[in-house]
């Protein structure tokens, strides 16, 4: 009877080294939703360019901290031409929102639209 509690009691304690206290296995749900809260541009007469500020925020929908995010833009100049450009940032908790701005380069025109193209989410 000695011996069955013992390995009734090193089966249980195994279990719980092997699976955890919880004894639930979560997977890991890493994800965002990414929006550009506005964007600007600023002309400078001096030049004759301008100046492109896209201001955007994140929110952490997952069930893990987002470590890494790089976020990708397409500008569309008034001539039709496009830009492909990127922002990058750390750490955004689990429900958390983030708000951040970044300069984009269009090489000195005039932008008639930006949008969000693609997004890479890291959990280290």
């Given at each position: 009877?000695?011996?069955?509690?013992?390995?009734?009691?090193?089966?249980?304690?195994?279990?719980?080294?092997?699976?955890?206290?919880?004894?639930?296995?979560?997977?890991?749900?890493?994800?965002?939703?990414?929006?550009?809260?506005?964007?600007?541009?600023?002309?400078?007469?001096?030049?004759?360019?301008?100046?492109?500020?896209?201001?955007?925020?994140?929110?952490?929908?997952?069930?893990?901290?987002?470590?890494?995010?790089?976020?990708?833009?397409?500008?569309?100049?008034?001539?039709?031409?496009?830009?492909?450009?990127?922002?990058?940032?750390?750490?955004?908790?689990?429900?958390?929102?983030?708000?951040?701005?970044?300069?984009?380069?269009?090489?000195?025109?005039?932008?008639?639209?930006?949008?969000?193209?693609?997004?890479?989410l890291k959990n280290f």
């Open positions: 009877m000695r011996n069955k509690s013992l390995l009734l009691i090193f089966t249980v304690f195994l279990i719980f080294v092997l699976v955890g206290c919880s004894g639930i296995i979560t997977p890991t749900n890493l994800s965002a939703n990414i929006i550009i809260t506005e964007w600007e541009q600023d002309y400078y007469e001096y030049s004759g360019e301008w100046s492109d500020y896209v201001y955007y925020e994140i929110e952490n929908t997952g069930n893990v901290e987002i470590d890494y995010y790089k976020v990708y833009f397409t500008i569309t100049c008034i001539d039709g031409s496009k830009y492909y450009d990127w922002t990058n940032g750390l750490s955004v908790g689990v429900g958390h929102k983030y708000s951040d701005c970044t300069m984009t380069n269009v090489s000195g025109k005039k932008a008639i639209s930006v949008v969000i193209t693609d997004w890479e």
